[in-house]
């Protein structure tokens, strides 16, 4: 039934219908019935652009046990520092790039200073990866194939967890995906990291999604979500190991930029970008053992 959904949402001829799809920022449309809401946050801490955590609106899904949805927690100076970090920052060596195999780029460019000359590779970029590099081949994370991770960004990542209850979490391992109106990602499942029990986290910037989350297998019917610039998804327990995907890239969602940041605005009007964090190693782990 997973695919039957992906392959739904995904057509442009008709185009889906989205009255099943849950939007947490439309909420008085959304039947009660399907979700919780989280009783509000005592912490008055933020982090990293975060607004308080006692104003955060946080649902669970009633059909998904483990999924955790925080209506946009960021303030608008947050989702620009972020935003930037990934186009600017995230994307120079020696993060990974899918366009590492193609010599695109003359040696030593970073890829966003190159797109101000020459932005034939733009649309071009579709991952980096950082800390622990995801193989896309072996899908086997590699003690040889690593950097130092952000620490900014597994700050916030701590700190998002610590608010819930996910105590010593440690990012270790991201890969930030960068959608455009006509990508998508098909269904599947995370599964290479040593460490399952940990949470995953996937922060969201730019164009809405509609995002799919089913069972763990292909024979379950999956949950549609609106995904919004700003809306952070939280998979635990079942929900982390269940297939996943984004079948459709929406219309751009609103975000204030000051005026000095014309190229990361109109790069977010067209196109998404997803940040999604995991740990990859046991507690006790100090490194791989491959």
């Known amino acids: 039934m997973f695919k039957e959904s992906f392959k739904y949402y995904k057509s442009k001829k008709p185009p889906p219908v989205l009255d099943d799809v849950i939007d947490f920022h439309q909420i008085e449309d959304v039947d009660s019935s399907l979700y919780r809401k989280k009783e509000k946050l005592e912490s008055v801490d933020c982090i990293h652009g975060l607004i308080p955590a006692n104003e955060w609106e946080i649902y669970e899904i009633e059909a998904n046990p483990g999924?955790?949805?925080?209506?946009?927690?960021?303030?608008?100076?947050?989702?620009?520092?972020?935003?930037v970090r990934c186009l600017r920052d995230f994307t120079k060596k020696p993060n990974k790039l899918n366009i590492d195999a193609h010599n695109l780029l003359p040696t030593g460019v970073d890829w966003w200073d190159y797109c101000e000359k020459d932005d034939s590779v733009l649309k071009k970029l579709r991952w980096a990866t950082l800390g622990y590099h995801h193989d896309w081949d072996t899908k086997v994370y590699n003690e040889e194939s690593k950097n130092e991770f952000p620490g900014d960004l597994n700050e916030l990542c701590c700190s998002i967890c610590n608010q819930l209850n996910f105590k010593k979490f440690n990012a270790e391992a991201a890969i930030i995906n960068f959608y455009h109106l006509d990508s998508t990602l098909s269904g599947h499942t995370d599964h290479s990291e040593q460490n399952?029990?940990?949470?995953?986290?996937?922060?969201?910037?730019?164009?809405?999604?509609?995002?799919?989350?089913?069972?763990?297998t292909l024979d379950?019917?999956?949950?549609?979500?609106?995904?919004r610039s700003g809306d952070v998804i939280i998979m635990s327990r079942d929900s982390r190991l269940s297939y996943h995907g984004v079948p459709r890239i929406l219309e751009p969602s609103v975000v204030t930029w000051e005026d000095s940041y014309d190229r990361y605005s109109n790069y977010l009007k067209n196109n998404r970008i997803n940040m999604n964090v995991r740990q990859v190693l046991n507690r006790s782990e100090k490194r791989l053992i491959n």
């Open 196 to 216: 399952l029990e940990a949470p995953l986290l996937s922060f969201s910037f730019g164009s809405s999604a509609i995002f799919l989350l089913g069972g763990q």
């Open 67 to 83: 999924l955790i949805y925080i209506k946009n927690p960021f303030t608008t100076a947050g989702q620009n520092y972020w935003s």
């Open 220 to 227: 379950v019917k999956p949950t549609a979500l609106m995904i």
